[in-house]
């Protein structure tokens, strides 16, 4: 049997990975990015795993499957996923896919429409690898919400929506370094496994209010910046970026707190010292964040499934 194989390029963003198929996949049943991104869940769970998990990836990286956009206004559609599933948006992960598109020469700088699983975003190209992303509708839906956590003790959170569900965490009483990882994400997935336990969800008609996001903050190291955060994805791997998302959910609850006027910039450091720069614009009862990132290219190829392979199709620790 011939082997099924896979076009791919790879970037990094703040030093966080995504990894663009280009062709290769299946094609997907549905008239939008939601529909599709329905049935690759249900029909290319395999390919996911194949496409990101080891022995060709690891737990970190991100996927981007390329679509064809739905409406002319677009540039393209996406789908994202990573170790253990479909995303709703990635920040990162856009960013990554406009300097990847760029590289390839289908991308002119400018201001284009990208159509992900969750709505509309745009983004801007400003050079070959400085993107800004204009997200989805974000806010915050409750604050301050208290949860027992077995091994730390009560911790308080805002729980907020741009794309993906966060909770985000300033009394957590830890050191955000980078030698303090495995810590630290051992205390965010109990932060999130006692959200479970105790039933605190968002609202339940975006992604059935799953909190799949737990974001921790604390002093910037530079003093350029404004916070540092540590951000814990499904799956169990930490965002090496400050995560475009997050840093989205960061500025909703900044913007409800009267804290960041709209378009004033809000710089956020990641547990590597990357950077996104952030503001927003609003929009009603939400606001528009906009992201500000850099990415880089970084390999190109083809991922070979051979069916002669028992492990052609990936494996993940995570379950």
Same mark, same amino acid.
């Given at each position: ?15 966080? *990975? ?53 409406? *002319? ?160 994805? *499904? ?85």
């Amino acid at each position: 049997m011939t082997a099924q194989t896979l076009s791919f390029v790879d970037s990094h963003t703040g030093g966080e *990975p995504t990894r663009v198929i280009l062709s290769g996949w299946p094609e997907l049943r549905g008239d939008t990015v939601e529909q599709k991104s329905r049935d690759f869940a249900k029909h290319s769970d395999h390919l996911r795993s194949a496409a990101v998990n080891e022995p060709r990836g690891s737990d970190i990286l991100v996927g981007a499957l390329l679509l064809p956009p739905s409406k *002319p206004t677009a540039a393209c559609g996406v789908i994202f996923f990573n170790n253990v599933g479909v995303l709703g948006m990635c920040g990162h992960g856009t960013i990554g896919l406009a300097v990847t598109l760029h590289h390839l020469g289908k991308l002119a700088p400018g201001t284009h429409i990208i159509e992900t699983s969750v709505g509309d975003v745009t983004v801007t190209l400003h050079d070959a690898h400085r993107v800004s992303v204009t997200n989805v509708p974000s806010f915050r839906f409750a604050k301050q919400v208290p949860v027992q956590v077995p091994g730390v003790g009560k911790v308080h959170g805002d729980i907020a929506w741009a794309g993906n569900w966060f909770f985000l965490v300033n009394d957590h009483g830890q050191q955000l370094e980078l030698k303090n990882a495995t810590e630290l994400t051992h205390i965010a997935s109990k932060i999130r496994h006692s959200l479970d336990a105790a039933q605190v969800k968002g609202e339940k008609s975006l992604h059935n209010g799953v909190i799949d996001h737990i974001e921790l903050f604390g002093p910037a190291h530079d003093s350029e910046n404004h916070s540092r955060n540590f951000v814990l994805c *499904p799956g169990l791997a930490y965002d090496r970026s400050p995560c475009g998302t997050g840093t989205s959910a960061k500025v909703a609850c900044l913007a409800a707190d009267g804290k960041l006027p709209p378009g004033q910039v809000w710089r956020q450091e990641s547990l590597t010292g990357s950077v996104f720069e952030a503001s927003y614009d609003t929009a009603g009862e939400t606001i528009r964040p906009t992201i500000t990132g850099t990415a880089f290219v970084t390999a190109h190829g083809e991922l070979i499934l051979n069916p002669a392979d028992p492990l052609r199709y990936g494996f993940s620790t995570v379950q």
